[in-house]
């Protein structure tokens, strides 16, 4: 139990569908991130929200769309996919606040776009 | 643009055998991470160095933060099959780690 969970952890969308990721974290952190984990490349940033405002967009394209309702939830929203997204895509939260600061990471939502 | 190095990638071994994993940058970090990542699952944290030297023992890994703070290893002693898996570092470039960039990992497999 890593105090981060994901769910779905397995997704197959066609590119005309629209689905959701959805992250809940249990650690009282007050920051969350979307990371892209493609094979044979580092880890990808995609979203940082702060205090549930979005402080960082990795250029990610719009066809990917956060949401942070509250500090403990975090959403990304898929629509008009391309194959070449599929990836595992990994939540992850931090206190934000301290020295150190260390990021926690969900199980991953692993999404297959056909 | 910002890189951090992760050598080697690919790591196989014997069980009983010592390995290192190296982590490099250009880059000055405020802090570094470690993660093991198993397939299928999210990143695990093993442990995180903020001070330049510093040395953190986790049992049979060993942790070592450069002095410049732009560098980082991991040594592993006596590697078992429950090693196996995908070691990743990350740099923190400002204080609140919400600047965190990922090496491309090192898979290592122990055989028994």
């Known amino acids: 139990e890593t105090g981060v969970t994901q769910t779905p952890r397995h997704l197959v969308m066609g590119m005309t569908n629209k689905k959701s990721l959805k992250c809940e974290q249990h650690l009282g952190h007050n920051a969350m991130y979307w990371y892209k984990q493609s094979a044979k490349k580092p880890l990808e940033l995609m979203f940082v929200y702060s205090l549930e405002e979005r402080v960082e967009n990795n250029s990610v394209p719009s066809r990917f769309s956060p949401e942070c309702p509250n500090s403990s939830h975090l959403f990304l929203h898929l629509h008009t996919l391309q194959p070449e997204d599929s990836a595992l895509y990994l939540c992850a939260s931090s206190d934000g606040q301290t020295s150190g600061n260390t990021i926690y990471f969900g199980e991953g939502s692993w999404l297959t776009v056909v | 643009t910002q890189l951090l190095e992760q050598s080697p990638q690919f790591l196989s071994i014997q069980e009983g055998e010592n390995l290192t994993v190296y982590c490099n940058s250009s880059s000055v970090f405020s802090s570094l991470q470690w993660y093991r990542q198993e397939p299928g699952e999210g990143p695990v944290l093993l442990v995180t160095?903020?001070?330049?030297?510093e040395v953190k023992k986790l049992k049979r890994l060993t942790f070592q933060f450069g002095d410049a703070r732009k560098d980082s290893s991991l040594h592993i002693t006596a590697a078992q099959p429950g090693d196996t898996g995908l070691y990743l570092c990350?740099?923190?470039?400002?204080?609140?780690?919400?600047?965190?960039?990922f090496g491309k990992g090192t898979t290592l497999s122990v055989s028994s």
């Open positions: 160095v903020v001070t330049g030297g």
């Open positions: 990350a740099g923190a470039l400002n204080q609140a780690g919400t600047a965190l960039i």
